[in-house]
């Protein structure tokens, strides 16, 4: 009893810059021990790093998978995409489960299920099973980044709280940047079942920190009633939504399927609104959006989800399509990227709401996510490394600050109890953007390749035509050869140059004619590497625009805390362990 009213007064006092101040209560372990929090930190970066690692570690894997197990490569997606939906609806759920049964048992669960996920799908004998152990893996992974940031804001005082997020931050950039790097070089050196099998020692590591090191925290008020109707209608809402974004570009976006998913998830997710504002607790309070920062920091975290994908995807596309690179090589290429995304972060949390304002922070990390995909759309057709390195640190530096901040701003006016949800809500805004940002960006680049490159043929077919210098049945079979070629030979000619000189070789009096064709070679070449380059141009122009909607959306955020704490929150610090 003590306790409880030592707990009420210190909640009561004035609140510190970035949260709550330091917690009401001392957290305790079992046995007495004081919670060390860099020792909390460090024992959830294991399990939140694998999660995100694991979003794109398998991208780089997909032609290697296919070729193993003998499928399609619209069977094999699925792989990345049963990952992403399962990952993407289950967020909100499981950081409600968290606050009502408690956020280190659910967040144990989440790893165990993730490393018998991995291990199963390291040894999955064909593609439906790989395809079933993918969303296993992903079942445990949306209980990791949630219960994470929940766990990490309520253990972390104000002066500390920044820094932690900062490490938080620079870790899951990191992992996302760093999965095609990886999964490149494990594929490469010991095939693809390598990118599960190397989650296990670190889950076996995370899962014994976990347990040594973290305190069990659950709202103390919440009944352990598990809302069925709310899990239903939020799980079919968010299933049909992120289907239909993963499917329309292969479906076609008014494909009588694809309208219905989105119907569907329009339904789903009003069900889910009329039953959750008539439940005493509900899975989410729909409360939450009254709060300002909650909501300004969840609307600009969509649209940061969205435009990043610039970045991760359309950089490696670029150096594969219009660079003629291997995909190992360009995922050397873009490393300036996570390590200036993974400093900034680390330098951001740091000053946090110590020097400047998180809010600051993020408003400066989306004008440098505009300004460096706009500088991306710029760039010329025959760019130096040198040219995609600089620009690279500019994107990553305002991923590094964004990634940081808006964490700090979502949950500064959340009710303790509310973490978990509010996390969850905060990392499906985050995931659904992701997953719009490829649907959007790979849909826009895909159709601007195809008509760059009919637009191509037909001015390379013209110039052929036009060049007298040539004998007029050289001419028709040159003019042939390019109209009769596919979209992505012809693209792969673009980046790596026609060689016609070869066709000297195999008619009389050719080499007078070398010349000539090297230079026609140059001509077509040029058309072909400008359309392609202008189709990514395009892609980065688009994020730019998205970037500069959510800078707009950050210069509404706020990160104050409430002026004085409620009872519930005292009630939920003095409950601790």
């Not at 193993?68 to 995409?81: A, E, I, P």
């Not at 590094?400 to 303790?416: K, N, T």
């Not at 805004?429 to 760059?452: E, K, P």
Request: hydrophobic content about 55%; proline content about 5%; charged content about 10%.
């Amino acid at each position: 009893m003590a306790q409880t009213e030592e707990a009420v007064k210190q909640e009561e006092k004035p609140q510190q810059a970035g949260g709550w101040g330091a917690p009401a209560a001392p957290l305790t372990l079992p046995g007495g021990r004081t919670v060390n929090q860099w020792l909390v930190l460090a024992s959830l970066m294991f399990g939140f790093f694998m999660a995100l690692l694991d979003a794109t570690i398998v991208n780089i894997a997909i032609p290697t998978i296919q070729a193993s197990l003998h499928t399609t490569l619209t069977t094999v997606s699925w792989v990345s995409n049963a990952y992403n939906l399962v990952f993407a609806v289950l967020l909100v759920t499981t950081g409600r489960f968290a606050d009502q049964f408690g956020r280190k048992r659910m967040f144990m669960i989440g790893m165990v299920m993730f490393s018998i996920g991995s291990l199963l799908c390291a040894f999955a004998p064909t593609i439906e099973w790989l395809i079933g152990f993918r969303a296993l893996q992903a079942l445990g992974a949306a209980a990791l980044a949630p219960v994470s940031l929940a766990i990490i804001t309520a253990v972390f005082p104000a002066r500390q709280r920044g820094a932690a997020i900062g490490i938080w931050g620079a870790a899951g950039g990191l992992a996302s940047a760093a999965g095609p790097v990886l999964g490149g070089f494990l594929v490469q050196s010991f095939g693809w079942p390598a990118i599960f099998l190397v989650n296990l020692p670190f889950c076996i590591v995370g899962l014994f920190m976990v347990f040594t090191f973290v305190p069990e925290m659950r709202d103390p008020n919440a009944n352990r009633r598990i809302d069925i109707a709310g899990l239903l209608t939020l799980t079919t809402g968010l299933i049909c939504l992120v289907l239909a974004i993963i499917q329309g570009n292969d479906s076609g976006w008014t494909s009588p399927g694809i309208l219905g998913l989105f119907a569907g998830a329009i339904i789903g997710l009003a069900l889910f609104y009329a039953v959750e504002t008539r439940q005493a607790q509900p899975i989410f309070d729909f409360s939450l959006f009254r709060i300002r920062s909650f909501t300004t920091a969840n609307i600009t975290m969509l649209l940061f989800g969205i435009a990043i994908q610039g970045a991760f995807l359309i950089l490696v596309l670029y150096f594969v399509i219009a660079q003629g690179k291997n995909v190992l090589d360009a995922a050397y290429a873009i490393i300036p990227l996570p390590l200036a995304s993974f400093f900034l972060s680390a330098l951001s949390g740091a000053i946090s709401g110590k020097k400047v304002s998180p809010r600051i922070l993020g408003i400066v990390g989306m004008a440098l996510l505009t300004v460096g995909f706009y500088l991306f759309s710029t760039i010329s057709a025959n760019a130096s490394y040198f040219d995609f390195a600089w620009r690279d640190v500019i994107v990553g530096a305002g991923m590094g600050l964004a990634f940081v901040s808006f964490p700090s701003i979502v949950l500064s006016e959340l009710p303790r109890p509310k973490l978990g949800v509010g996390s969850g809500a905060f990392n499906t805004f985050r995931q659904v953007g992701f997953v719009l940002g490829v649907a959007i960006l790979i849909s826009l680049l895909t159709g601007q390749i195809s008509s760059n490159v009919a637009t191509a043929k037909t001015n390379a077919i013209a110039i052929v035509q036009a060049d007298n210098n040539l004998p007029t049945q050289l001419r028709t079979t040159i003019a042939t050869n390019i109209q009769n070629s596919s979209q992505n030979s012809t693209a792969q000619s673009g980046s790596s140059q026609f060689d016609l000189t070869t066709i000297a070789d195999h008619i009389p009096g050719g080499t007078a004619l070398k010349p000539e064709l090297a230079s026609l070679n140059q001509r077509i070449a040029a058309l072909f590497t400008g359309g392609i380059n202008d189709a990514f141009t395009l892609s980065w122009f688009v994020s730019a625009i998205i970037a500069m909607l959510g800078l707009i959306a950050s210069l509404f955020t706020r990160a104050r805390p409430p002026a004085k704490a409620s009872t519930e929150e005292s009630s939920w610090a003095a409950a601790g362990a």
